[in-house]
């Protein structure tokens, strides 16, 4: 048995808990058989065996310019890796990307232009950087896959679809299932996981991350390490995180998102109004607090929650000055807090009706919302409310520097 390296025994010495950090928050490890002392089937027998840092995969498409919460889950989950003293491989999908993840699609994705993606991977970069260890020489690889995906001729992409079958790519959710319904399923798109397994060869993957959607892409990547005689990954799979709905998977086009590049009291607002419910999820996944720690009262452990979460990516300074505004404006006292975020009334051709002008500031969904809200009393305007939705504005004028606000966590500040 190779003796491992001070490093790695330092940083195995959180696994003899009951509850080890590399489990927090992980709904599976495969494969995973704790009795083994085979290395290639329990996890803490190759952490435990290895003599080196290992090399911990976590690719990232960048298909949008916008990462959120839910996004950020195996990020925090690879720098704990990092702060363990393993190596972090982060891979910007920057040529799977111009293919498109099928992965929970009912359609096939818009394909993306290299200037898409090389635009979008630098905002992802930016967006990560206060979850991961850019600084510390060693804790951080950042590959490309186009670094040898765009080398690869016809003959190696030959040998790529010659490992798996139609059958094995149709088992895939997405793929039966719109397979079934009679949509399309592209020949391109069978080419993503075994492009995305690839990256696990090119990178020598010991543990790929990822989410509890991208098992049978991670499991490719294990049959892909083994066809080129390499040992094969472990997968580590985390839940997808929950919206602030409370019902359906965090999502931009949902609405039920908090965006990591979003302004510190749009941020603070967002957390502070979780379900009961998901706290403590929220809490396990997005945090490092030790949930036995936390204030019984659920009021309070939604602005802890806020708190802890808008300081990671502000600092400490903005998050509570996040906190401060957030409670001027629910409780309506002072000047409208600073710190609002703002929306732009140059976006809109007046003269222009109240409910249009409240849904095109996004706080609604649609007109129509802003029409219902209005009507049901739920906006106001610098803390008057507002009844009419057919009120009319000549100019953007009597608006500028007013604050709208939705319900009681939702709001922004009209400027020119």
């Known amino acids: ?92 999908g920057d040529f799977t990307a111009r293919i498109g993840d099928p992965t929970g699609k009912s359609e096939v994705r818009r394909q993306l232009t290299a200037e898409e993606v090389k635009a979008n991977a630098q905002t992802y970069l930016d967006q990560v950087r206060p979850i991961l260890d850019f600084d510390t020489p060693g804790r951080l690889e950042i590959r490309y896959n186009s670094e040898w995906l765009e080398s690869l001729d016809l003959s190696q992409i030959i040998e790529l679809l010659a490992t798996m079958t139609v059958g094995q790519m ?72 929950l919206g602030t709905d409370g019902s359906q998977k965090m999502s931009k086009s949902l609405g039920n998102y908090v965006g990591l590049q979003e302004d510190p ?40 929650l806020a708190l802890e979460i808008t300081r990671q990516f502000h600092g400490e300074a903005a998050a509570y000055q996040a906190q401060q505004a957030a409670l001027s404006l629910v409780q309506g006292t002072g000047e409208p807090a600073a710190g609002v975020p703002e929306f732009s009334l140059s976006t809109i051709h007046f003269p222009a009706k109240l409910f249009y002008i409240v849904g095109a500031t996004g706080l609604c969904a649609s007109s129509s919302e802003a029409r219902r809200q209005i009507q049901g009393g739920g906006v106001k305007l610098d803390g008057e409310k507002l009844s009419d939705p057919n009120q009319e504005f000549a100019s953007p004028a009597p608006l500028l520097g007013k604050v709208v606000q939705v319900g009681k966590k939702k709001f922004v500040r009209l400027v020119d």
């Open 170 to 241: 149709l088992a895939k959710e997405g793929f039966a299932e719109r397979y079934e319904k009679g949509h399309p399923v592209y020949l391109h798109e069978f080419l993503y996981p075994l492009l995305q397994g690839y990256d696990s060869v090119a990178v020598k993957a010991d543990i790929e991350l990822g989410g509890t959607d991208q098992k049978f892409n991670i499991a490719v990547g294990r049959d892909m390490q083994r066809h080129f005689g390499l040992p094969p990954q472990f997968g580590l799979l985390m839940p997808l995180l």
């Open 1 to 92: 048995m190779v003796t491992p390296s001070p490093l790695v025994i330092n940083a195995l010495e959180p696994l003899a808990e009951s509850l080890p950090w590399i489990y927090r928050g992980v709904s599976e490890v495969f494969p995973d058989q704790p009795e083994s002392e085979d290395p290639e089937q329990n996890l803490l027998q190759r952490l435990r065996t290895c003599d080196r840092p290992l090399r911990v995969k976590l690719g990232i498409d960048p298909t949008g310019a916008e990462i959120h919460l839910g996004h950020s889950i195996p990020v925090r989950k690879l720098r704990a890796f990092q702060d363990a003293g393993h190596t972090a491989v982060l891979i910007i």
């Open 265 to 304: 009291l749009t941020m603070y607002s967002k957390l502070e109004k979780v379900p009961d419910a998901l706290i403590k999820d929220y809490f396990e996944l997005l945090t490092p607090l030790d949930l036995k720690t936390l204030p019984e009262n659920p009021r309070e452990q939604q602005k802890q």
